[in-house]
Structures are given as C-alpha cells and as structure tokens.
C-alpha cells in the first residue's frame, strides 16, 4: 500500500504535536514542519520513527514570517494528500497598544502565508482521491475575545478563507475544514492568572478546559476517509462554551 504524506505547519507546538503522535497513528507519514524549535521536532521524529518504522517523518524548517518560507516548504514536499495548519501564537494586548507590525505579524502567519501555500500545494492535493486541508482555528475566529481584538481578527478571516475555499475545490475531492478550539490548557495560555482561569472555567459548561489531544482527535477524523463529506465547516471543540 502506497504511503499517505500529511504536512503539519507547527509540529513543534503542544497541539501541533499532539496532531501529529494522532496522525502518524492513524498511519500518516508527516513532513513535519517548525519554525524554531528544532530540538523540540528532532525529539519528536526520534519517538515516531521508533514507534512507526514502516513510516516517513521529514523536518522542515521554514520561518512563516518570511516570504521565502513559502518556496522552502513547495520544495521540499513530494506526494501529499492531507495540510494541517496549527501555527502561530495568539497576543493578548489591547488594541491600543497594538503596532501595525504586530497586526501585520499575525495575519502573516494565520492567515497571508497558509493561504498563499494552500494554493501552491494545491495541485499535489488533487493527485489524489480525496484530501483535505484543516485549519486550527479558535473560538474568538467565531465570538471575538476583549484585549484579542487582533488575534480575533486574523482567525475571524481564517475562518471565512476555510467557508470559500472549501467551495472552490469540492469538485477536486479537497475537503476544507476548520477546528475552533476554546480554551485548551497549553503554554498560549499561560498569561492568565489563576484568578481568570477560575472565571474562564466557570463559564464552560463542561467543567474542564481542553487538552490538546482533544483537538487532534478530531483533525484525525477529518483527515479520515470517514470525513469524505464534511467540508467548509467550522468544528468547534469548547466543551460548550460557545455553542
């Protein structure tokens, strides 16, 4: 049986490394993509190659921030059926404090770049049966979050590229989906006082915050063949606290 190639953009974050332990499960190779934290990817490729010998996982460094990250990633990828974005960083500040640089950065790297590297991979997607594309989103993409005004934004749009291309390559058999975590217990994070997780994780209905396994569970599943049908959705993983 012929190898299935999945590219995780920010494998060295908590979620984008939860996706991927998920995905090379589920029988993925990975080209396994970070911006700085190569020690953090090495460690991972150690545990997956060991764990998953009959399997390929292939490192690519590439700073999102810069235009020239874009050909560095086309480059170094061959087959490919499945992307999943899990990049970037939020920023908690208020809008009056925000420099257009910081504006500019984040909609660089949730939302310029991925979309201008969907669409250069795009013809190694539709080589394929069935692939897909699925974007780690976030609830303030759909509700807006106070003092993340830009954060929200550059989701917001995330969103709404996911909801249109989705409709511009159904006919190619490319899925194009989102997954729109709340609150999950990572180091993006780790700015809240104990004081507002208390009041965070009162107002989530099912009495926990998320881990980043949970979110993985569910790219997995798009992934899947099982998910042949779901496309330009936004999947929403909060336990309840935006429905």
Request: glycine share 6%.
């Amino acid at each position: 049986m012929a190898k299935k190639f999945a590219l995780v953009v920010g494998a060295s974050g908590e979620i984008g490394i939860a996706t991927s332990l998920s995905m090379a499960e589920a029988g993925w190779s990975l080209y396994l993509h970070f911006a700085s934290n190569k020690e953090k990817v090495d460690e991972l490729i150690v545990a997956l190659d060991l764990a998953y010998p009959q399997q390929e996982f292939i490192p690519i460094q590439a700073d999102l921030l810069d235009t020239r990250a874009i050909e560095v990633i086309v480059n170094s990828i061959y087959s490919l059926q499945s992307i999943v974005f899990a990049q970037g960083q939020s920023l908690y500040k208020g809008i009056e404090e925000t420099s257009l640089e910081e504006i500019r950065h984040l909609f660089q790297v949730h939302v310029e770049h991925p979309m201008f590297l969907a669409g250069r991979l795009a013809s190694k997607l539709r080589k394929h049966e069935h692939s897909s594309i699925i974007f780690i989103g976030s609830i303030w993409g759909e509700t807006g979050a106070s003092y993340e005004a830009a954060y929200s934004a550059a989701k917001g749009a995330q969103h709404a590229f996911v909801k249109a291309y989705a409709k511009e390559v159904a006919m190619q058999k490319t899925n194009v989906n989102v997954v729109a975590p709340g609150f999950i217990d990572t180091k993006m994070n780790a700015h809240l006082d104990d004081e507002s997780r208390e009041f965070i994780l009162e107002e989530i209905p099912a009495g926990i915050f998320g881990k980043p396994q949970d979110v993985a569970n569910v790219v997995v599943f798009l992934a899947s063949e099982h998910a042949y049908y779901i496309t330009g959705q936004v999947i929403r993983v909060n336990g309840g606290w935006y429905i």
